[in-house]
């Protein structure tokens, strides 16, 4: 299976301030998703980020709170802007392993603690 | 709308004592089931997947079955290192996202 790595791990941020995640993928992957999973919750899907397009987001989530980018088949960022404490949560990478039929494979995560 | 719902919501279970987690789900157009376990402070880690009912995985202490309506994750002769936080996903056949369940936090006690 992939092999996921995030950056930062964890991270403190002050209200209003952005913090920009890191995804990186040991192979290529076409799909690439975002989820938040909050204190105590499970996870919440943010977004689908595909190499070459705009990134798809879930119904409560808009681009200009959460851009993505997504510069090649193995990266890619999200960006939580003008941070409120709301925000804290852990952010989470998975990419979809085209050769293990659907199944979906988690970064170790990011956990966003916002004052 | 899909649904996944799991039960219990938290477990606590004696070292060896067998025990099953239910995860019911509506949804249309399954493509597949699949089972994570996450321990704090980490991502979910994989551990089955089941697309059709009728299907049974199994790894190690954890066997995973698939009806029409439900999955269940039996945990034979638990261990306290089997203490974690099971969750539950479907995907459906129209695209690619996962819809997660609420999770049912095990606690195995020596």
């Known amino acids: 299976s992939a092999v996921i790595s995030q950056k930062p791990s964890r991270d403190i941020c002050q209200r209003g301030t952005s913090l920009t995640i890191q995804c990186q993928v040991d192979?290529?992957?076409?799909?690439m998703f975002w989820y938040r999973q909050q204190p105590g919750q499970s996870l919440t899907l943010i977004a689908t980020a595909n190499q070459g397009s705009e990134a798809t987001y879930e119904s409560g989530f808009v681009i200009d709170k959460f851009p993505i980018s997504r510069p090649n088949l193995t990266f890619s960022t999200l960006t939580v802007s003008n941070l409120s404490p709301e925000d804290s949560s852990i952010y989470l990478c998975?990419?979809?392993?085209?050769?293990?039929?659907?199944?979906?494979?988690f970064g170790p995560g990011t956990r966003l603690t916002v004052t | 709308e899909d649904q996944v719902t799991q039960s219990p919501e938290a477990l606590r279970l004696q070292e060896g004592e067998s025990s099953s987690l239910n995860c019911s789900y509506t949804v249309s157009g399954l493509r597949g089931l699949f089972w994570y376990r996450q321990d704090p402070g980490k991502g979910p880690e994989f551990l089955f997947t089941?697309?059709?009912a009728g299907e049974e995985k199994e790894k190690e202490r954890l066997k995973a079955t698939l009806t029409k309506k439900e999955s269940f994750l039996h945990i034979t002769a638990p261990k306290p290192e089997d203490s974690a936080t099971y969750l539950c996903a479907v995907n459906k056949a129209a695209g690619n996202k996962l819809t997660f369940g609420g999770g049912t936090r095990v606690l195995v006690k020596p």
């Open positions: 089941l697309y059709s």
């Open positions: 998975s990419v979809e392993d085209p050769g293990r039929s659907y199944e979906q494979y």
């Open positions: 192979s290529q992957v076409t799909m």
